[in-house]
Nanobody, 124 residues
């Protein structure tokens, strides 16, 4: 069973930066991702990281501003968020599903493991 615990959320002004962390525990090959959900909206993928080759993908809304990465030695997944905008506000979730591939899916329904979420609030 993979356990995920997020941290690093907070409140910032537009244009600011935050780095989210996700501590992972467990063994195996997993697709890793960050999702976000604002009140009244569906949960949407922000970025994914494939277990083979470390390939990444990003939602169009965050390309060029956000970076997903992992520290294998410390078992952490990160999301560096720069140039934050009010529309980035929401609860951010770390998620994973078991996979051995160079590409990960974007559909939340295929992710079997979820963290508890961390709130990010961006004010204008």
């Amino acid at each position: 069973q993979l356990q995920l615990v997020e941290s690093g959320g907070g409140s910032v002004q537009a244009g600011g930066s935050l780095r989210l962390s996700c501590a992972t525990s467990g063994y195996g090959s997993f697709c890793l991702a960050w999702f976000r959900q604002d009140s009244g909206k569906e949960r949407e993928v922000v970025a994914t990281l494939a277990p083979i080759g470390g390939n990444t993908s990003y939602a169009d809304a965050v390309k060029g501003r956000f970076t997903i990465s992992r520290d294998n030695a410390k078992n952490f997944l990160y999301l560096q968020m720069n140039g934050l905008k009010p529309e980035d506000t929401g609860i951010y979730y770390c998620a994973a599903y078991r996979e051995y591939s160079v590409r990960c899916g974007n559909n939340a329904n295929i992710y079997r493991h979820w963290g508890q979420g961390t709130q990010v609030t961006v004010s204008s």
